[in-house]
């Protein structure tokens, strides 16, 4: 029973560390598929991207109390259904039919070799359908240490993949289909359409990790230039983010060399990057450089994913939506009430997550009464839902003013969760699930 407990206390620490700290010839370096293989088209395009699925195989997740603990401790994901999470995510896509699906990194839990091999199942299912993916591994995807399955109250130790055999169970997830490919990381150039390249950009390799290697930068230079005479237009991923979304998710969340990265995209005009990492749902534009979405986690309610769309006129429109695990259980015949209540469930299931832990970062506030402390910690889980959702702006309205965070900063007001709820309200709140805005290149006004 000690060597379980240790077992769960090392996942729960694994996660929470993880928490606080997601030209005309070839470009030197590029292996060239045959184009003939590639099945492109003109006119605008329909790009499905999902990020940080964290998908756990059903084989290596029971629902009992070890993966419910995990998840409890954890940083919001809901763990016990992320099976059913993906599985309806992927009939959703499916049913859209998009031109492309396109995962920016975390997969799987925490890289599990059978996470791996099951989820590579089902985005078969979604090329079967004539549906392009392509994928970027995350942080949590490649040679994890400690990789566990969970069965009743056990936590077993079990194996994580390799880099060359994460290269292998998804070269037809984009590598074999690539354009252009980098032989110093998993970054490759992805052709959705005639007119658009999608620059796949990886900072999770061996040889360097975080960062985008010296090799990997001459490389997509080369890839940019190649493009620019080709008259492509060029929009590109990343699991790690390129722009600041929130100041206390900076290092270990952003490519530890972004502005480099980001100076090398505005000189070649590249408009959008689409990424994840942080779980949170948040826009950074800029009319006069890369724009990017962060898009929450799949594995995190409201479980969100989301439509880019781009018209002949090169303007691009993000919509998010989330994933109907409900709709997809009813046609299932399924009968768990968390499946067929899944929106509402999941929820509640994050806002008592987040609950849970600033209670425990609220341990020392002596000076509250039990009544003020169910208020502070149920307007700051209210607003974490909200923010983590990209709807924050919903609630603040005259937030200023209102009693429950004026209850904060008289109570609270040294408490690092205070800076951390401050971090949340440091721009002017904004719809974070959709946004517009044109692909071409910046032309100052006269």
């Not at 998908?55 to 954890?74: H, T």
């Not at 984009?174 to 959705?192: M, N, P, T």
């Not at 090398?264 to 979405?293: A, C, F, P």
Request: with cysteine; glycine share 4%.
């Amino acid at each position: 029973m000690k060597t379980q407990k240790k077992c769960l206390r090392r996942v729960v620490l694994f996660g929470l560390i993880s928490l606080l700290t997601s030209c005309t010839g070839s470009p030197a370096g590029d292996q060239i598929t045959d184009l003939s293989e590639i099945k492109v088209r003109a006119g605008p395009i329909h790009i499905i991207t999902a990020t940080d699925l964290h998908y756990l195989s059903p084989r290596l997740n029971d629902k009992g109390f070890a993966i419910q603990e995990v998840s409890k401790l954890g940083d919001g994901k809901n763990l016990p259904y992320s099976a059913e999470i993906v599985e309806a995510f992927i009939d959703q896509v499916i049913q859209d039919k998009p031109d492309a699906l396109i995962l920016t990194g975390d997969l799987t839990f925490n890289g599990e070799a059978a996470s791996h091999e099951d989820l590579v199942k089902l985005l078969a299912k979604v090329q079967e359908h004539q549906i392009p993916v392509a994928v970027l591994p995350g942080n949590h995807d490649i040679a994890i240490p400690d990789t566990f399955a969970f069965a009743g109250n056990k936590a077993i130790k079990t194996q994580s993949i390799s880099y060359d055999r994460f290269k292998e169970l998804y070269n037809s997830f984009g590598y074999a289909q690539a354009r252009l490919k980098d032989r110093d990381s998993f970054s490759y150039i992805l052709e959705v359409s005639e007119d658009y390249w999608v620059a796949m950009i990886d900072v999770n390799t061996e040889n360097s990790l975080g960062r985008i290697s010296k090799k990997t930068m001459t490389w997509l230079e080369s890839a940019l230039q190649q493009a620019q005479l080709l008259g492509k237009s060029i929009i590109s991923a990343t699991h790690q983010n390129i722009r600041i979304h929130n100041e206390f998710f900076n290092v270990g969340f952003m490519v530890a060399n972004n502005l480099e990265l980001k100076a090398l995209l505005d000189k070649y005009g590249v408009r959008y990057n689409m990424t994840g990492h942080i779980h949170i749902q948040h826009l950074t534009l800029d009319e006069k450089s890369v724009n990017e979405s962060a898009t929450g986690a799949l594995s995190v309610s409201p479980h969100n994913f989301a439509h880019v769309r781009i018209d002949e006129e090169r303007n691009l429109e993000y919509l998010t939506e989330p994933v109907d695990v409900a709709g997809w259980a009813k046609k299932q015949n399924l009968t768990d009430p968390n499946l067929l209540n899944f929106a509402e469930f999941s929820k509640a299931y994050f806002y008592k997550v987040c609950y849970d832990k600033t209670k425990v970062l609220l341990a020392d506030c002596k000076d509250v009464t039990q009544a003020q402390l169910n208020e502070l910690l149920e307007f700051s889980s209210e607003i974490n839902v909200a923010y983590y959702a990209g709807n924050l702006c919903v609630l603040c309205q005259e937030l200023e003013s209102n009693p429950s965070y004026l209850l904060w900063k008289e109570k609270a007001g040294d408490f690092w969760s205070w800076a951390y709820l401050q971090s949340y309200l440091k721009y002017p709140p904004k719809d974070e699930n959709r946004a517009e805005f044109s692909l071409l290149r910046y032309t100052p006004k006269q």
